[in-house]
């Protein structure tokens, strides 16, 4: 930013920089520097975030760069979290069936509940905040104090693993954590269990669109806003311009954003269904013929056998022998292949009933987010009606004002004449 276009910024009180690579605003003599955050659920891949393996994007020579915060082997932190409450709770069992031997094999089997979960934070993007940038090392140091924060008031989420990477385009921060829900009336008093961890610390869901991991990820980034304040950076909200829009528009604004994700989802979910439906199709279609080509027992009693003298062995002819290792070895091909397939028919069977619930899901959230959009629609449609309504009363003072509402009637009239004559 130039001097001359800095001071015209300031004698204005406020303004835009039209620098290419930064976004500022102005107040005064001070000068702050606009950047996005972003924070969301990552996959989890420890071994990825770990670099035990490298992705296409990893400069692997920048690897060396990276920021490890936090390394804990996960069955290490297992044991540090649950061996007292699971002995507890093994204590407490009449029945040998109902103990728990290992809680990190029980969770990983788990239905409900995941070993682990992971969030990623970033400020800024490849275009700011590049790394190998004066803007990428702030951004780093900035992710390392939050971290700091986010550890010490999280007292239910226990960290295990967490880096900044400095060798992709954007330095982010992954966290992997084990949700720890504690005084728990069933099972373990200390357990596994997202929401029960988060609900202690204050975040209850709204629904599925306000889940309590979504609330709890926008109170972080507002907690990295403030970090970045220290800094001299102010948040970037892309694409939503917040002082145009009431507060009830603004969620309904942001939800809306949500469709188009959600709907994209829903094709691929259901196209996934689709070939698992056929896959099954297939692997039920070949158990059928594994099943008509059955041993025949007819032809095999057939075989001549002549007993040897002074001896429990039999005799019989080689080709006959040929014909009964030939059928015993098609038995024995024909029963492993049958229960492999069997086994992949259970497996692709249980594969359709996820795709299928997690599809009426996002059918249920998207019909719920059409239902918001209609919403939002109505509501902008009456926020124009007030301002036109606005516009009218202001029109009819003036014309009151000035002692012309005779003029404004004439004019009325004439052109209601003009409008019949020229739909003759």
């Not at 880096?163 to 992954?174: K, Q, R």
């Not at 003298?309 to 070895?329: A, R, W, Y």
Request: glycine share 4%.
């Amino acid at each position: 930013m130039t001097k001359a276009s800095l001071r015209y910024f300031r004698q204005s009180n406020k303004g835009y920089c039209t620098c290419r690579c930064k976004k500022y605003i102005i107040g005064g003599d001070k000068m702050s520097t606009q950047k996005s955050i972003s924070g969301i659920i990552g996959k989890g891949s420890i071994r990825h975030n770990n670099r035990e393996f490298y992705a296409a994007n990893v400069n692997q020579n920048r690897t060396k760069d990276n920021i490890i915060l936090c390394k804990q082997d996960i069955h290490e932190a297992y044991h540090e979290l649950f061996d007292k409450p699971l002995s507890e709770y093994n204590a407490k069992q009449k029945r040998k069936d109902r103990c728990i031997s290992d809680y990190y094999e029980h969770i990983r089997l788990s239905k409900q509940e995941k070993l682990f979960y992971e969030v990623i934070f970033q400020i800024g993007d490849m275009k700011d905040t590049a790394v190998g940038t004066e803007d990428g090392e702030q951004a780093a140091k900035i992710l390392q104090e939050f971290y700091e924060k986010l550890q010490a008031n999280n007292p239910h989420i226990h960290i295990f693993n967490a880096v900044i990477h400095m060798d992709e385009a954007t330095p982010h921060l992954h966290i992997d954590f084990i949700p720890v829900a504690t005084e728990s009336k069933r099972g373990l008093s200390t357990r596994n269990s997202l929401s029960k961890a988060l609900e202690q610390q204050g975040f209850k869901s709204e629904g599925k669109l306000n889940t309590c991991a979504k609330l709890w990820i926008d109170s972080e980034k507002e907690r990295l806003a403030e970090c970045m304040a220290e800094h001299g950076l102010e948040r970037e909200n892309k694409g939503i311009k917040r002082s145009n829009l009431s507060v009830e528009e603004y969620k309904l604004q942001k939800r809306m954003e949500e469709v188009a994700e959600i709907e994209e989802q829903l094709t691929e979910k259901t196209k996934q269904l689709s070939n698992l439906n056929n896959e099954i199709t297939d692997k039920q279609s070949e158990l059928e013929k594994l099943s008509n080509k059955e041993v025949k027992i007819k032809d095999i009693d057939k075989i001549p056998v002549e007993k040897v003298m002074f001896s429990d062995k039999v005799k019989i002819k080689s080709e006959d022998f040929d014909i009964l290792k030939n059928t015993s070895k098609k038995y024995y091909s024909n029963r492993q292949n049958n229960n492999f397939l069997k086994a992949k028919v259970k497996l692709l069977e249980s594969e359709n009933e996820d795709l299928k619930e997690t599809i009426s899901e996002q059918n249920s959230e998207l019909s719920e987010l059409k239902s918001l959009r209609g919403k939002l629609k109505i509501s902008s449609l009456e926020q124009e009606i007030k301002r036109l309504q606005k516009l009218v009363d202001k029109l009819f003072e003036f014309i009151d004002k000035f002692k012309l509402r005779n003029m404004w009637e004439n004019f009325i009239q004439k052109s209601k004449k003009r409008d019949r004559n020229m739909e003759r």
